[in-house]
């Protein structure tokens, strides 16, 4: 370990910037973040710094550094592009033991500024030692994506009730095994998605052992999204490497599902045309009674769960039931596919407004608004439409959309096995004829389409 990894405390101490850039204006941001009190000096200030000198929450000299200007530091920053002036701060700061750190330069200093993932209290701190600045910044972005910003709140939950945690469980292993069943449970997922009182009930209820802490177990109905894993959401997928159980359609892309934690149990109840793994009450039932066993349940759908996913009825029930839930909204497949497929859902030349719709044929036939759908400056999204195309292209050119209006078929969008196959209203059944798209296929009408050639950039 070459640097020696600490915290300090500056509230309320005097800390000296010397220079008036932008560089050093970052520096001082993070300085008052940390309640410091900061004295810059410098010949000239820039935006940064003059806009915080006018606020009054600096303290500015408007000349050179000089030795005396290092009594009573607690901290130094040197951010010059004077390089003698530079070493010079760097010699006499260590010379009186106060540490110092040269913006850029880690041989002149005694102390590296990492980059930094604030959840206060909570405080991440990287750094490769000035070898990759960029490289620790990078880190810091991965580690973004998994620490929530709920952890704050998390350690304020804690510090709150600290004292008696500590009066209940007199043996440290106790009380650590007490602490991480809350960390990882549903006292934590509470305080993350915004619950605190209902997070303060739970704290109380274990700590009188009226309930033990996670008796009851939680759902998260999580949307998966069109397909491309990076597209998930933060909170998708940090409940996804908790879950103890999975359920899972059909349209839920592998990859997406390898994100699962690997231990937990995968129950699939894939619906395809004319074939359902588990009926829908089914679903709902089994997501209930396994939450009732104390298990973290994710209910992952394809898309988004209220857009064609029937999340509705699936959260409807558990809050019959009494059971705690999240909703984890995904990107829907209109606007993911679309997007990859180069073809914008709104353009103000030539859609005022979207549609989506169920194009799923029950009974041989779809009940649907044609007047509606077939209104100009509109662009159309038909989920689950590929069985009844046929139909759909019929029922629009019958209710007056013209012949020659764009319309595209977008199979397994955001996925390396994407295809997009444009044409015509009037086109499109005998393009799908021929090619033989397979699901999931969403149909595209709408001048909208016209853009696709000229707006595509992903080629998958």
């Not at 303060?200 to 274990?206: H, I, S, T």
């Not at 996913?309 to 809050?319: F, Q, S």
Request: hydrophobic content about 40%.
């Amino acid at each position: 370990m070459d640097l020696l990894p600490i915290f300090l405390d500056v509230k309320q101490k005097p800390c000296i910037v010397i220079g008036g850039g932008e560089v050093a204006g970052r520096k001082v941001n993070l300085l008052l973040r940390a309640g410091a009190n900061v004295r810059v000096i410098a010949p000239v200030l820039g935006s940064t710094l003059d806009q915080l000198n006018r606020q009054g929450l600096i303290e500015y000299e408007p000349r050179e550094y000089s030795p005396q200007d290092l009594d009573m530091a607690c901290l130094i920053i040197a951010a010059t592009d004077n390089a003698d002036v530079n070493r010079q701060l760097s010699t006499e700061a260590r010379q009186r033991h106060i540490p110092v750190n040269v913006v850029d330069q880690p041989a002149l200093s005694s102390f590296i500024m990492p980059s930094i993932i604030d959840r206060s209290p909570v405080i991440a701190a990287v750094s490769t030692g000035g070898a990759s600045p960029v490289l620790a910044r990078l880190i810091r972005s991965r580690l973004e994506s998994l620490i929530p910003a709920g952890y704050g709140r998390l350690a304020e939950l804690a510090s709150r009730f600290r004292s008696r945690v500590k009066a209940r469980f007199s043996d440290p292993a106790d009380r650590r095994r007490f602490w991480e069943e809350i960390m990882q449970g549903g006292v934590a997922e509470r305080v993350f998605s915004g619950h605190l009182g209902e997070a303060d009930r739970l704290m109380e209820a274990a700590l009188k052992k009226k309930k033990p802490a996670g008796a009851m177990g939680e759902v998260y109905l999580i949307g998966g999204g069109p397909g491309d894993p990076d597209l998930l959401t933060f909170r998708a997928l940090r409940l996804m490497q908790r879950a103890d159980v999975v359920v899972h359609d059909r349209l839920v892309a592998e990859p997406i599902l390898d994100l699962v934690r690997r231990d937990a149990e995968r129950i699939y109840v894939g619906k395809e045309n004319s074939h359902h793994v588990m009926a829908q009450e089914d679903i709902n039932s089994t997501l209930v009674r396994l939450a009732k066993r104390g298990k973290r349940v994710v209910r992952l759908k394809g898309g988004d769960p209220f857009i064609f996913g029937r999340g509705g009825e699936e959260i409807d029930t558990l809050a019959e039931e009494g059971i705690p839930f999240q909703v984890v909204p995904g990107i829907t497949a209109a606007s993911g596919c679309a997007s990859y497929a180069g073809i914008p859902i709104t353009h103000r030349d030539y859609a005022h407004a979207a549609v989506f719709v169920t194009g799923h044929l029950k009974d041989g036939s779809l009940d649907l608004n044609w007047k509606m759908l077939a209104q100009p400056q509109q662009t159309v999204v038909f989920y689950m439409g590929l069985m009844g195309l046929s139909v759909i292209c019929r029922e629009l050119l019958s209710h007056g959309v013209p012949p020659d209006m764009p319309a595209a078929l977008v199979q397994q969008g955001t996925t390396p096995h994407q295809r997009v196959y444009t044409g015509t209203v009037s086109t499109l059944p005998d393009i799908a004829e021929k090619e033989k798209p397979r699901p999931p296929t969403l149909i595209i009408v709408g001048e909208v389409v016209r853009l696709r050639n000229k707006l595509n950039w992903y080629n998958s």
